[in-house]
Every structure is written in C-alpha cells, then in structure tokens.
C-alpha cells in the first residue's frame, strides 16, 4: 500500500519540485548576497546589510554578544519576495503551456418532437404543443 501511494505521479511530482526548489533557493540566495545586495549597499553609502546587528549585551569573557541580527532578516525578506516571485512567474509560464481540456458537450435534456418539431423534455410521454404520444 506504501510502495503504491509512494509511486503515484502526484508524491513523484512533488519529491522533484522539493528537491528542485532546494537548489533553486540557493541560486535565489547567490543572487541576492553575491548580485543584488553589493551594490544595493553601494548606494546606501557602503552599508554591508548582514553586519547589522543591534547588540542586546555585550561580550563579557567568553561568552559572545546577544545581538539582534536585523541586517540578515532583511536580506532574508529579500531573498524571499525574490524567490516568491521567480515561483509565481515559473508556475505561471507552466500553466500557459498546458492545454486546455476539451470540453464534453452538455448531455441533452429535450428532444425534438415528431410531429410539431418542438422542444420537450426527454421523460415526456406526449407532447406539450400538440399533445402527439412521444416513443421513448
């Protein structure tokens, strides 16, 4: 029953676009720290964003400063409205190419009759208009 279910093309699918998602992530992080935050930080007059931190308590012996790494959440949002919007625009392209369904045409619910050519229900045994007997 496991094997079964592990083997459908849906859990299949998704393993790949885990894995798949994984190193995308990482080409969406080398984006942002290596391409985009430079010279971001270049414009804010040199500002490295992963060194900001606001320190809570300093360093006392060995212990290391408590610190509020501010700089890396925002580096982190960033790389994630990135990262969203590659998906979006991935997704979206990948539904564009799928084909429409054709259509199955609505089952009938009358039929012509006979003798007067007016519409009537399926079920009925004689016509509304002109009251002729109807075959089933």
């Known amino acids: 029953m496991?094997?079964?279910f592990a083997l459908k093309g849906n859990v299949m699918d998704m393993a790949v676009g885990v894995i798949i998602g994984g190193a995308f992530g990482t080409i969406v992080s080398s984006l942002l720290n290596d391409v985009v935050m430079p010279p971001l930080g270049m414009l804010m007059g040199g500002v490295d964003f992963t060194?900001?931190?606001?320190?809570l308590k300093h360093a006392v012996?060995?212990?290391k400063p408590v610190t509020v790494n501010y700089g890396a959440f925002v580096t982190n949002i960033i790389d994630f409205v990135i990262l969203a919007a590659a998906v979006f625009a991935a997704?979206?392209?990948i539904n564009s190419l799928k084909r429409a369904e054709p259509v199955a045409p609505p089952t009938p619910t009358e039929k012509a009759c006979a003798e007067c050519l007016h519409n009537i229900?399926?079920?009925a045994k004689r016509c509304g208009f002109?009251?002729?007997?109807q075959s089933a």
């Open 61 to 63: 012996g060995e212990a």
């Open 91 to 93: 997704v979206k392209a």
């Open 2 to 4: 496991v094997k079964e």
């Open 51 to 55: 060194d900001k931190v606001v320190i």
């Open 130 to 133: 002109c009251t002729q007997p």
């Open 121 to 123: 229900p399926l079920r």
